[in-house]
């Protein structure tokens, strides 16, 4: 029904729901490791990074927030439960990160899959005219590739 009302096809909003959720459910895995390498870096870039880490996973709860609501738009219902998060998350966890270069990569590998999952959904979104969608993944998309950029020369590369 939402999805006549949006103009949307009842196919596509399911489809491109499970995507979203899927996306929800690894942006939560990166929300936990950015929790971890906060609470856990160690050594003398300690307060530099501890305060970095703060930013990105303060930053991560608006964006979890905005796509569990697409979905919610689209008429489906967003993945609330741990179980859920664990089964579907595209992410790989970081556990007992302590080292600054470790920590920086992981942030870099989670991105890298997060822009996997957002370059699918773009282009689904996109070919069925679902802009809400498509805005939300560009968005989503080039604040990411700006955060790539800055960890990888923080790394020195
Ligand atoms: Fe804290």
Not at 17 to 30: D, I, K, M, R, V
Not at 131 to 148: C, F, R, Y
Request: charged content about 25%.
């Amino acid at each position: 029904m939402r999805a006549a009302i949006l103009g949307l096809s009842e196919a596509y909003t399911s489809e491109v729901s499970e995507g979203l959720n899927e996306l929800l459910a690894s942006f939560q895995t990166y929300y936990q490791n950015l929790r971890g390498i906060h609470w856990n870096i160690k050594g003398k870039q300690f307060f530099e990074l501890h305060v970095k880490f703060e930013e990105l996973y303060t930053d991560a709860t608006i964006k979890v927030d905005d796509i569990a609501e697409r979905i919610l738009t689209l008429g489906e219902i967003p993945l609330h439960t741990f179980e859920d998060y664990k089964q579907k998350s595209k992410v790989t966890v970081g556990k007992n990160v302590t080292k600054d270069e470790v920590a920086v990569q992981l942030i870099i590998d989670s991105l890298t899959s997060l822009l996997q999952l957002e370059r699918q959904l773009l282009e689904l979104s996109g070919e069925a005219n679902d802009e809400g969608t498509n805005s939300l993944m560009s968005d989503l998309i080039a604040e990411q590739e700006k955060t790539v950029w800055m960890m990888a020369s923080w790394l020195g590369e």
